[in-house]
């Protein structure tokens, strides 16, 4: 048998799947955005009049044809169709919709599909071959399944939020929605196992997961120490932060000029280049590095602060130690090893308007895949979707 040449099939692995999406704000879309990098039809289910209410969720006062910058960079590339499903007609168009489908995804409250007749019980009886994913804040058992599942509350019940920071700062939340965005991420994994396995026995699945277990899972590292340590809470270093865990000179100093990030390197070596001899009683104390903490991160910071940050990069870069100037997204985008990765395009939709975003975070045969179109406007693709599948 000849070898097959995976250079000649579609640049997009995922190419004839047809995904219909009826989550909105940011961990569902988030998730389908994946599958439309990676080639899937997705089909966005909108409310008529309103849309996703991510369209006006606004992370500054700039917006795109009255939508927010947030929802164009989480629905490029998808399609739009507009529908009341409170309206018995509507709700036949999707569920005939869903026929066709090979993938449905939801982030209602845990009930609501169900009462809206859109569970999986519902759906699985009805199309067998459907892969249903669900993501919710807390899952659907238990106390929590009340509470909203909204990001800042998901982090601030996972216990993340005492692992960055100093010391003193309390409770540090991250400045991303990274329980959204893991839970996405998360279920597209889930949902990918369930197609393949539906390859093989014919049957599709329901893939759950929620923002609490994304976060959860987020620190998997961390709470294996922590369950396994007596449950001993780590300690934040009390200057240079990044992890609470770790032990010196881990973390960010302040330059003359800028900031510098430090992460492993051997004290007898750093007080070498840092020409610091205040540092080799720690190199000489086994453990120091995390009983004596912050005095040795006392020692770096006020050392490192005396000098700009290039004559620091010149000294430790070369000597092979571990270490990164700390840049803002203004000096990120000018730097020849982000324009070598070309993570950024331009999208645009056909009534002209356009927006600059991301790219996929990774490549297939070494091609980076585009993202097609612009977000769609509400219901753009109402019509033509209904004509095409005679709904």
Sequence with gaps: MAPVDITSGPERPLEGLLVVDLSQFLSGPYCSLRFADLGARVIKVERKGAGDLSRQLYLSDTEIDGDSTIFHAINRGKESIALDLKDPDDMAVLISLLGRADVMLQNFRPGVAERMGLGWEEMHALYPRLVYGSISGYGTDGPWVKFPGQDLLAQARSGVMWLSGDEGHGPVPMGLAV?????????????LAALVRRGIDGKGRHVETSLLEALVDYQFEVLTTWLNDGRRMPKRAARAGAHAYLAAPYGVYGTRDSYLALAMTPLARLAELL?????????????????????????????????????WLAILQPADVWCAEVLDWERLVETDGFRALDLLQT?????GVSIQTTRAPLTLNGVRPKGGRAAPKIGEHSEAIREEFGL
Aim: aromatic share 4%; net charge negative; glycine share 8%.
């Design 347 to 351: 999208v645009a939709r056909d009534d």
């Design 179 to 191: 329980g959204d965005m893991l839970a996405g991420v998360i279920l597209s994994q889930g949902v």
């Design 275 to 311: 020409d610091l001899p205040a540092l080799d009683r720690y190199a000489n104390e086994p453990g120091s590095e995390f009983r004596d903490r912050d005095a040795i991160k006392t020692l770096i910071s006020d050392r490192i602060a005396e000098k700009p940050l290039a004559e």
